[in-house]
């Protein structure tokens, strides 16, 4: 049945189709029972699968992510809600040492097919705590993998795939487009692929890499260069970062040439970093310029003001990729 | 263990603390045995079978023979790290002991015993000792962090504590899918000022999961006293806070670790968890990387020597007319030539290979994880000295 969803329905669509199909599925954080999480993704859910399925807990996200690791390893699979990823750093250790690292730890004798869902990034006069992209974190030192995703079809999909996957799978969703952005999604229960790119614009000067909410901005950016300066600009969505697709990137940056990579995570080793290293790596001989990056800053998200200028806006992509298209050697 | 001393050094041991086994009734501490292995505790004897008690015995008994051999293979060079078990064999032996085969064992790093006693190969241990790539773990893990699903033990998350909660978690599910499974998670006095140990009693005092929590209160957190890790007069009173279950027993003292134990689950239908405080005390090094005479005198270790697992278990199978002294003997070098047996076998293995600790990151590889091995072992091929 195809509807036209905004990125939360997509998201509560996915967790609903999971406890049906899978009696193994179980969801579980703070508040996300009675009153469907403070966002309401799971809105509905425990009155239609129950109280043992849809599970409110203590306000301790260590503990959430630690039993989660435990219903894991005993056959369940468990959705974790983190209420903001800004809360997610006391489970990290759980996370990040525990819960990705049975598999290795046991040499395949246990595993932790879970899901932490964590609400990220800004655009919702949140501040510091409630405007956070962890992604750096959680790409770094093994076992976890990564989905982004920004439109409802992919929020659907990706959300599936993370559900299905055999692995502890962190999936960043995108608050400020929760309920600001719409598309038709066919509820088929077909899980997307985790560590596939979208080109989502098509272009032949220059390629802009990006994830999360900043691909919209991409977009605009794009479509307004093209229309006002004649530009011709790819934006690839990576969707997710790990595994990412590198192919993809590799591709269009050997035909355009030049490339910018963009997201609202914090610069110094936020996973541009590692796009602009492996394009350096693999595809030196193919660029005309330096490599241009659009971040967020490695300081504190401001209250007031950290909406426009912490995270990256449409002036700053016009300035780089102006930089990019404008350099001499 | 004969380390050689340390004859200088900033501070100075502490006094010691008398033995609170000593001192049961007044301590609120379960005991069956006196120190001289007769049943005359304030608990009665659980009147075990005399095929089991002798079989904890013998187990005891292994764990003490492979704590010294490994100890000597650590100290010669043949292994890299040793953690010692020795003083602790009846807090897990008669824990594990009382558990079904089917119960699922969450260790921590003193308990070898745990899967002596449900079979566990001592090749395989030893393979996991001097990570040998042909044994599941693969060479990844430090000695004693032990685990195998084939006996239903979990492998610990090394950092102290820090699996608590997923022992409880695997125990809320098997409860959330109406399986009658139990579980154990061992864990020292210094993982109770961890946050999961807090979240675990938390969450079970909430949900009842089918769980025993078994502190083994050894006196020690590396160089830390209990008095330093916490104000609270014993580790049990903790699970009070949480409405959980709780009693504390005597650690040396396999029949009531055992009796405490079988009433933890049987308490499950009602209560689901229970915190057990085993006081016990480690006799050995914290790791073969330690040295207690920064921090610990001789005395207080020797106090424990009269309150000894082994000879107190040993005493009350005499007692029962269980055990002859030639019998004793016999076991101590079967013991050892078993694990001697173990030890040659496992060391005759092929060491892990570089490109078998890219394997089980995640279910199938990646990429990534696919170019960085081939780089690897492409740079080890071609980046020889010229």
């Not at chain 1, 056959?75 to 997610?88: A, D, K, N, T």
């Amino acid at each position: 049945m195809s509807a036209e969803m905004t990125v939360l329905q997509a998201t509560t669509a996915a967790m609903a189709r999971a406890l049906d199909d899978d009696p193994s599925v179980v969801v579980m954080g703070e508040d996300v029972g009675v009153v469907g999480g403070i966002f309401r993704a799971s809105q509905g859910l425990q009155q239609q699968f129950g109280e043992q399925r849809v599970i409110d807990t203590p306000l301790d996200e260590k503990g959430i992510a630690a039993h989660a690791i435990g219903m894991a390893l005993n056959g369940l699979r468990p959705i974790v809600e983190i209420q903001f990823s800004g809360f997610i750093h006391d489970a990290f250790e759980q996370i990040m040492f525990c819960g990705t690292k049975y598999r290795w730890i046991s040499g395949g004798e246990y595993t932790c097919p879970m899901v932490v869902r964590a609400p990220s990034f800004g655009g919702i006069k949140g501040g510091f705590w409630h405007s956070q992209s962890p992604e750096a974190y959680f790409v770094h030192g093994g076992g976890m993998k990564v989905v982004c995703p920004s439109t409802p079809d992919d929020a659907y999909r990706l959300l599936l795939a993370a559900i299905a996957d055999p692995d502890p799978v962190l999936v960043l969703e995108a608050v400020p487009l929760y309920r600001t952005l719409s598309g038709v999604v066919e509820d088929d229960g077909i899980p997307g692929e985790i560590g596939q790119a979208e080109v989502v614009r098509r272009g032949d000067d220059l390629t802009i890499v990006t994830y999360g909410p900043p691909r919209h901005l991409a977009v605009r950016a794009a479509e307004e260069m093209a229309e006002r300066e004649g530009l011709s600009i790819e934006v690839i969505d990576l969707r997710s970062l790990v595994p990412w697709d590198r192919a993809t990137v590799s591709t269009s940056v050997r035909r355009t040439g030049r490339l910018l990579v963009l997201h609202e995570g914090s610069q110094t080793l936020g996973f541009g970093t590692e796009v602009v290293a492996a394009v350096q790596e693999h595809d030196f001989g193919y660029l005309h310029c330096p490599i241009q990056r659009i971040a967020g800053h490695d300081m504190p998200y401001g209250f007031s003001i950290g909406d426009e200028y912490y995270r990256p806006s449409i002036e700053r992509i016009r300035a780089a990729v102006r930089r990019s298209m404008e350099f001499e050697f | 263990m004969n380390a050689p001393k340390i004859v200088s050094f900033e501070g100075a041991p502490r006094e010691p603390v008398p033995v609170p086994l000593a001192r049961a009734d007044e301590l609120g501490i379960e005991q069956v045995l006196d120190a001289d292995g007769l049943p005359r505790g304030n608990r009665p004897d659980p009147d075990l079978d005399r095929a089991t008690v002798v079989k904890m015995y013998e187990t005891m008994v292994t764990v003490a023979a492979l704590d010294r051999i490994g100890w000597q293979l650590q100290r010669s060079g043949r292994m890299e790290f040793w953690i010692p078990s020795r003083g602790q064999e009846a807090s897990h032996v008669g824990s594990t002991a009382a558990l079904q085969p089917t119960d699922w064992i969450f260790l921590s790093d003193r308990e070898p015993g745990s899967c002596l006693w449900r079979g566990a190969s001592l090749t395989r241990m030893f393979a996991q000792f001097f990570g040998r790539a042909d044994e599941p773990l693969k060479g990844r893990r430090l000695p004693l962090l032990l685990g195998d699903r084939s006996l239903n033990i979990v492998p610990p998350t090394t950092q102290v504590g820090s699996y608590i909660p997923h022992a409880a978690g695997a125990a809320w599910a098997a409860k959330l899918r109406g399986e009658s499974t139990r579980f154990i998670v061992y864990f020292g006095d210094g993982a109770t000022s961890r946050g999961e140990f807090h979240s675990a009693l938390n969450f079970a005092g909430i949900h009842h999961p089918p769980i025993v929590f078994l502190c083994q209160n050894n006196g020690w957190a590396v160089s830390t006293p209990n008095d330093r890790q916490t104000a609270s007069p014993t580790f049990a009173e903790k699970a009070d806070a949480y409405a959980v279950r709780r009693v504390r027993v005597d650690g040396n003292d396999p029949l009531a670790v055992y009796a405490a134990t079988a009433e933890a689950l049987a308490a499950m239908p009602e209560h689901g968890a229970t915190l057990i405080e085993s006081v016990t005390y480690r006799m050995g090094f914290h790791t073969s990387s330690d040295n207690p005479d920064l921090y610990r005198r001789d005395d207080e270790v020797a106090s424990w020597q009269e309150w000894d697992p082994i000879d107190r278990t040993r005493k009350y199978l005499h007692h029962r007319g269980w055990w002859e002294d030639d019998q004793e003997q016999a076991l101590i070098e079967s013991a050892e030539a078993e694990i001697r047996a173990g030890v040659k076998e496992a060391e005759a293995l092929p060491k892990a290979t570089p490109e078998s600790q890219f394997e089980d990151v995640f279910e199938s590889s990646n990429w990534m994880l696919d170019e960085q091995r081939d780089r690897l072992l492409e740079d080890l091929a071609t980046g020889g000295a010229r």
